[in-house]
């Protein structure tokens, strides 16, 4: 027996959304599965135009579903053959505010015909893909994102494989390997070979423990070399817990890890410079203790006495240069040289470095082989300066070449250049040495037989100064052993500048002057009573005070011609000192000396404001004191 459908019941329980219209496209059916997307009843929407009951949304741009849709019933009318429109953004009315709910679809316009082959209806199927729509849209503003992030940020963004057998870049900077463009790596592609193990262990810790993988490692460069990177990775999982991939990100760390090792270097260097500071300081406290109890014993002969001055004078200059040397490079390094610079003929600057540096040379037994161009060797400089660095190039020769070695200084003249050439046989350098030498705290390798000490500065110093003339300074050796050559360059001026050089001033430790009355004035009671001692052996009347009030009261009592103050006093330093003597008309005229034992620039120019005529830096030259003396009001 025939079963007998029905039709109606059939069409409103499809799941697909229908709607049923005639040739005038008048709705004329419409299933549960429509209204249902469309949140209309069957009663608003029977009998009506298509376009009736569901009007377009007048106020989106966007919303061009009508005249799609439009286009799509004609060309079925006028083709007889269905029409898909894959894409259709159509809104829904929601409420009687005129408000509107936006949707897409994806819908089906198929004719239907009756037994003559006419025309009667167009079963119109609409699929609704909103929300497929809405999630790719929020997955492409997702992917937009990422990329902005991926392209913000300095990282390279990569996906790993479960077990980390290869990666892959998603952003296409190519940090790892210096390119342009997305790649895919195995590990041993970035990663050098002696840090492969360390690497694998790490990953497979985080493997093991689906844990988060963090770690600072060097990766490979094109060029052969190597950077550092800080890589970050994330692992993802399926439901029941398995690695599907990993993502992560690479820091390049680089910068930060190379300024690391050179602050590495540099504090070992310091260290290791402190130390022969140290070593350096205490070498003449030994003598200098030694000839200070000697003299407490009192028994002493005249000969005797006379060489255990000549002992502590030798140890005290010889402290002096060191720290002189120390506060060199500080005033180079920082810019407080300031270069009188004139015409100067690097022959006699060569000549005056070369006495300078002989009774080190000669002390070691070692040859000096100078050899100096016939014609004048013109440059723009500061001559005690380039003198300086020209010695210095020379003591370092004397102190890294053994006893009877050989030197040789040559002077040649170029075009545009002079270049001074200091050359030895002495222990030479390695590569990294050479590399290093003119920087500061960057020490050759010492030995504890080492004559004359030093504490590695002469070298920065050299560069320091050389640079400062707008010249350059060399270092080079065949390696240890071999011997070592410093070369200085320096801009040369026209042979036809002239060149004068001031006459030397000679001074002598006895004055030619009178009888002085002279205070000194200094908190240190050792340091003021050998001053005061030393002043009386030149046949002056000394006065000697330990606080700057007392000393105040004694001037205006003693009313000295000379007064030699300490600038740290406690209370009242002598820079005030100073200036209350100076408004004191019974001391307005006294000749005032600072004895200090700062010697920086602005030292020097707070003393002169304060009304000092002369800025001593102890311990003091008793030669220049002495010329000081000399010249003074009687």
Known sequence: MPISLDFEAIFSATASAYLILDPDLAIVGVNDAYLRSTGRSRDSVIGRHVFDAFP??????????????????RQVLRSGAADRIDFLKYDIPC???????????????????????????????????????????????????????????????YRMSPTWSHMHELDGRGFLKDTDSLGEYHIED??????????????????????????????LRADGGYGWTFSRAVPILEEDGVIREWVGSASDISARKHAEEKLTDANRRKDEFLA???????????????????LQIGSLDEERIRTTSQIIRRQVTHMSNLVEDLLD?????????????????????????????????????????????????????????????IANLLNNAAKFTPEGGAIRLSAEVLAAQIRVDVSDNGVGMSADTARHAFELFAQAERSSDRAAGGLGLGLALVRSLVELHGGSATSHSEGIGKGSRFTVSLPRLPDAVSV??????????????????????????????TLA??????????????????????????????????IGLPGMDGLELAGRLRAAPVTAGALLVAVTGYGQDAERERSANAGFDHHLVKPVDMRQLAAILAAAPT
């Open 95 to 157: 409420g009687d505010d005129g408000r509107f709910e936006v949707r897409y679809w994806s819908p089906i316009n198929t004719p239907v015909f009756d037994g003559a082959g006419k025309l009667t209806h167009i079963i119109h199927q609409a699929e609704d893909i909103t929300s497929r729509v809405v999630s790719e849209a929020a997955l492409r503003e997702s992917e937009r994102r990422f990329r902005a992030l991926t392209n913000a940020t300095g990282d390279v963004i």
């Open 276 to 294: 022969m500071l140290a070593h350096e300081l205490r070498n003449p406290l030994a003598p200098i203790s030694a000839a200070a109890q000697l």
């Open 533 to 566: 001692m030393l002043l009386e052996a030149l046949g002056h009347e000394k006065l000697v005070e330990h606080d700057a009030l007392d000393a105040r009261a004694r001037a205006g009592e003693a009313l000295p011609q000379v007064c030699l103050l300490d």
């Open 190 to 219: 970035y990663v050098p070979a002696e840090d492969l193990e360390t690497v694998r262990q790490a990953i497979n810790r985080a493997i093991r423990d689906k844990a988060i993988f963090e770690m600072e490692h060097r990766v």
């Open 56 to 73: 377009g949304n007048p106020d989106d741009p966007e919303a061009d579903g009508v005249g799609k849709l439009h286009r799509s019933f």
């Open 329 to 389: 490079v500080s005033r180079v390094t920082t810019g407080l040289v300031q270069l009188e610079k004139a015409p100067v003929d690097m022959r006699q600057v060569v000549a005056d470095a070369v006495e300078q540096a002989a009774p080190l040379i000669q002390s070691r037994a070692q040859r000096l082989e100078v050899d100096l161009p016939p014609q004048q060797a013109i440059v723009a400089g500061d001559e005690k300066r380039l003198v300086q660095a």
């Open 500 to 529: 004068e050089r001031a006459a030397g001033s000679g001074e002598s430790l006895a004055g030619d002057g009178g009888r002085l009355r002279i205070l000194v004035v200094d908190d240190n009671v050792d340091a003021a009573q």
